[in-house]
T-cell receptor, first 117, second 118 residues
Framework: NAGVTQTPKFRILKIGQSMTLQCTQDMNHNYMYWYRQDPGMGLKLIYYSVGAGITDKGEVPNGYNVSRSTTEDFPLRLELAAPSQTSVYFC????????????????FGSGTQLSVL | AQKVTQAQTEISVVEKEDVTLDCVYETRDTTYYLFWYKQPPSGELVFLIRRNSFDEQNEISGRYSWNFQKSTSSFNFTITASQVVDSAVYFCALSEIPSLAGSYQLTFGKGTKLSVIP
């Protein structure tokens, strides 16, 4: 019953460093998402993917890159970390939406807390 | 543009009291989804409910109930007989109904922190 797994759980970066946040799901979901949650705020969509090889920008994509080479994995890359990227990052996945089924809910990972100093 | 407002930043109740969390939304879409998520102190987001805009029937699940009123653009969440384990941040969210080629792009409120005191 792994669901959506994110690694690492915590990370501290220096300004200008790069890193990749890993996300994997074992539910064979086509749809995957990356959100960030700033203190006291709701989540904002960074990037999403509708299937392997297909990605698109969300509301706040600047400073991030993604790839989706497999159905299971959806890594998020920060190339030049900036203090504004200090946040909690959530990966999520879902079944194909728009089908009218009750399974169309988002499954979230436990989050990665990132600090850029 | 879509917007979700959760006016209550923090609420404290004594165990066994009922509590209602408010959610007001704005959207130009005629059909949409509304969601509630729970974020306990451990940090993960837990899905509670998804409601279609064309289904205004209220829903009850155990101690949880949801009151959807399209006329006032509200989707309020009530916890009956609250328990300490209900202590969490609760998020209301809104999404257009995606096409088969689309996906969810949720707009979240800022959340309401609920503290249930024993």
């Amino acid at each position: 019953n792994a669901g959506v797994t994110q690694t690492p759980k915590f990370r501290i970066l220096k300004i200008g460093q790069s890193m990749t946040l890993q996300c994997t799901q074992d539910m064979n979901h086509n749809y995957m998402y990356w959100y960030r949650q700033d203190p006291g705020m709701g989540l904002k969509l960074i990037y999403y993917s509708v299937g392997a090889g297909i990605t698109d920008k969300g509301e706040v994509p600047n400073g991030y890159n993604v790839s989706r080479s497999t159905t299971e994995d959806f890594p998020l890359r920060l190339e030049l970390a900036a203090p504004s990227q200090t946040s909690v990052y959530f990966c999520a996945s879902s079944y194909l939406p728009g089908t009218g089924t009750t399974n169309e809910k988002l499954f979230f990972g436990s989050g990665t807390q990132l600090s850029v100093l | 543009a879509q917007k979700v407002t959760q006016a209550q930043t923090e609420i404290s109740v004594v165990e066994k009291e009922d509590v209602t969390l408010d959610c007001v939304y704005e959207t130009r879409d005629t059909t949409y989804y509304l969601f509630w998520y729970k974020q306990p102190p451990s940090g993960e987001l837990v899905f509670l409910i998804r409601r279609n805009s064309f289904d205004e029937q209220n829903e009850i699940s155990g101690r949880y109930s949801w009151n959807f009123q399209k006329s006032t653009s509200s989707f309020n969440f009530t916890i009956t007989a609250s328990q300490v384990v209900d202590s969490a941040v609760y998020f209301c969210a809104l999404s257009e109904i995606p096409s088969l080629a689309g996906s969810y792009q949720l707009t979240f409120g800022k959340g309401t922190k609920l503290s249930v005191i024993p």
